[in-house]
């Protein structure tokens, strides 16, 4: 099972850190994707990072949020961040985070993140 939290009601420019929580599997051993959407529109990945334990652990953004969104993990906590620096109103969405476990998604249940003055 996957959590999502963190989401809410910020300001452009704001900040926001979402957290991605897993239950009954280890995030270590897989990659976990973060994906939004937003009214209207489909599903988008925006952030990724590989299995630490055979992927090293590398990262990738999307365009619209490199330099402004840091994915990361806590395998303590068995949780991924999202941390989200400089946001924008375009950023407004619902916020998923996955993983693909023997050709399955998994996903949670989404968190609100709406960037508005």
């Known amino acids: 099972q996957l959590v999502e939290s963190g989401g809410g009601l910020v300001q452009p420019g704001g900040s926001l850190r979402l957290s991605c929580e897993a239950s009954g599997v280890t995030l270590d051993y897989y990659a976990v994707a973060w994906f939004h959407q937003a009214p209207g529109k489909e599903r988008e990945g925006i952030s990724c990072i590989a299995s630490g334990s055979s992927g090293g652990g590398r990262t990738d953004s999307a365009d619209s949020v490199k330099n402004r969104f840091t994915i990361s993990r806590d395998n303590n906590k068995n949780t991924v961040y999202l941390q989200m620096n400089s946001l924008k109103p375009e950023d407004t969405a619902v916020y998923y985070c996955?993983?693909?476990?023997?050709?399955?998604?998994?996903w949670g249940q989404g968190t609100q993140v709406t960037v508005s003055s």
């Open positions: 996955n993983i693909v476990i023997m050709g399955s998604n998994y």
